[in-house]
């Protein structure tokens, strides 16, 4: 029964681990690393800890760490969108304040005629 569980857990953390690098490479890859690198840099120092533990055979701390890498990832793509969508509207607001006001039509008597 020992070995059920051990495998489970290898398994778990397996799969874990592949979901936290792949986060971690579409974070990348949206450059969210480069706007927040303290997020990104714990998601990368957290997979690489979750590889390590589970190297070892240490399933439920790979969990942990992979969990921990996961939600580091995201939070960077996360805090990306938030800037990028806080920008846009500011950039809106900003054109809304900027553009020129209408010219009034003109009816001049010869283009009454």
């Known amino acids: 029964m020992m070995f059920v569980a051990a495998g489970c857990a290898s398994a778990a953390a397996a799969v ?3 979901r936290a690098t ?14 927040f690198p ?7 120092a957290y997979l690489a800890k979750a590889r390590e533990e589970s190297s070892e055979a240490q ?16 939070r960077a793509v996360e805090l990306q969108r ?5 920008s846009s509207v ?5 054109a809304k304040k900027t553009a020129p006001a209408p010219t009034p039509a003109v009816v001049t008597p010869e283009a009454a005629q």
């Open 59 to 74: 399933y439920q701390d790979a969990l942990r760490f992979a969990r921990l890498s996961l939600e580091n990832a995201e």
């Open 16 to 18: 874990r681990t592949s």
């Open 90 to 94: 500011v950039e809106e607001e900003a």
């Open 38 to 44: 303290y997020e990104m840099t714990l998601a990368q």
């Open 22 to 35: 792949a986060a971690v490479e579409r974070a990348a890859k949206s450059g969210a690393g480069e706007e």
């Open 82 to 86: 938030e800037r990028r969508l806080s």
